[in-house]
Every structure is written in structure tokens, then in C-alpha cells.
């Protein structure tokens, strides 16, 4: 049993099968990836993963316990956290005032940005944002503007952010969108450096190969809403279904 345990999982949206019979197992303290080409089902998988979306049929349980259904603290107080294909951080607030939000939310189970001032004046909150941002080697950024950084600085701190929660689940969403080649390298030795220091499972949704077979254990391919193939990355490469998958042809 996997600590993320896929069962059966449909989902159709008007008369599109985005997923169709979707049966996936991630093991505890691995980096999974889930690959396919554009409309593949990916992302509707990972929003079935925090229950965003609902399954036709299926089940989706996290450490024994369903996610369908519940609010987003809810699945965040379950020990899953997501980062998104945009990094979704406050622009206008510093470095050291974005990481302290989730610090803040963990321990008030909300957050409203009214709450700033209350939140600045936690000395246990300021404590646990900067020893956060020591950990990711953002110290000497925590006054600046998180508007001003370049895109691996705001996936850094987002996923910094993320961390602060104490996930035991990560899931992270296409995390070198957009980067140029430097910032997508220093993210793969971010999260190598996660996945050693830290007891927690990687999920990854990711289209750059370079970055797959860099962290993942395990790969699942995805093709029409359909598992293809799960296996090793050395197994996976020239496998003649991902092959007919991503160019269309047999191998």
C-alpha cells in the first residue's frame, strides 16, 4: 500500500473522458512522476489528489483517508501540500511576509491578509519563517519584494512556503515552467535536497524530461486520460508505448 492510493478513478467533463479507470499506487518517501503529452489527464489527476475534483467513480486516499471533498485546509492539515504551475505568492509583501502566512495558517488554521499585523507581532511565527528561509538559502533575501525576484526564486519560496507546513506529501505542478535552463537546474538540486533531508513524498506533474529522470523513481505515463506504462526511468526510456505516446508512432 502506497501512502497515495488511486482506485479506479473516472472523471468526464460534458463528453470528454478525462480520466478513464485511473489506478495509481505512490509509494512513501519516493518521487513519483506522472508524464504524458498535452491532455493527458494529468492536472485532472493531481486536482482529484486534493480534492479540487470530484471523480465519477474512484477513490482517492491519502494514508488510508479519502481526500474527496474536502476543503483545501482540510487537505493541508491532512499533511498535503501543492504547488502550482504558477507560482502563487503575495507581490507586494516581502519574502519573510510570504513564508510567514503558511507558518501562521498551520498553527490558526486560517489566514486573511487583515491578519497581517497580528501575525508580525507572533515572535514564535517570525522564528519559524526565518529558520525556513535559512533552510532554503533565502536568508539574505527575506526584505525583499517577492515581485522583484526571478521565477526560480518565487518557486523557491513557494516551495519553501509549502514546507513550512510540515507536508508529508508534496505535489508539485509542472515546477520549471518557464524557467531558463540555471534556475530549472538549481530547482532539481532544491528538491534532491528535500527528498534527502527530509521524510516526505514527491509527486511531480512535468513536462521536461531532463527534469523527470533527474528526481524520479517511479513514472507513471499517462495517455487519453489512461495509464500507459509504470516503471523505473531506466525502464521507461525507449519504452514503445511512451514512444507512440509523445510522437505519435510505434515503435
Do not use: W
Amino acid at each position: 500500500m502506497g501512502i497515495l492510493e488511486v482506485k479506479d478513478v473516472s472523471k468526464r467533463f460534458g463528453g470528454l473522458k478525462a480520466l478513464t479507470d485511473v489506478n495509481l499506487s505512490v509509494a512513501e518517501n519516493t518521487v513519483h512522476a506522472i508524464i504524458g503529452p498535452n491532455g493527458a489527464g494529468k492536472s485532472t489527476l493531481l486536482n482529484c489528489f486534493v480534492g479540487k475534483l470530484i471523480p465519477d467513480t474512484g477513490s482517492v486516499m491519502f494514508d488510508g483517508e479519502s481526500v474527496l471533498g474536502r476543503a483545501p485546509y482540510e487537505i493541508n492539515q491532512m499533511g498535503i501540500s501543492r504547488v502550482f504551475q504558477t507560482p502563487e505568492i503575495f507581490g507586494d509583501l516581502t519574502v519573510l511576509e510570504n513564508m510567514m502566512i503558511p507558518c501562521f495558517a498551520k498553527r490558526d488554521g486560517s489566514f486573511e491578509l487583515n491578519a497581517l499585523p497580528n501575525m508580525m507581532g507572533q515572535k514564535d511565527i517570525v522564528e519559524r519563517a526565518e529558520e525556513v528561509l535559512e533552510d532554503m538559502n533565502m536568508a539574505d533575501k527575506r526584505h525583499d519584494h517577492s515581485a522583484s525576484m526571478s521565477r526560480g526564486d518565487k518557486r523557491r519560496l513557494e516551495i519553501g512556503m509549502c514546507l513550512s507546513q510540515e507536508p508529508r506529501l508534496l505535489l508539485l505542478d509542472e515546477p520549471t515552467a518557464g524557467m531558463a535552463r540555471a534556475d530549472t537546474n538549481n530547482t532539481i538540486d532544491l528538491l534532491k535536497e528535500i527528498r534527502d533531508r527530509r521524510n516526505i513524498t514527491i509527486a511531480i506533474i512535468e513536462h521536461d524530461m531532463h527534469v523527470v529522470f533527474s528526481l524520479a523513481e517511479r513514472i507513471t505515463v499517462l495517455a487519453q486520460g489512461t495509464p500507459l506504462v509504470e516503471d523505473t526511468p531506466d525502464n521507461i526510456k525507449g519504452h514503445p508505448k511512451v514512444r507512440e505516446a509523445y510522437l505519435g508512432e510505434s515503435a
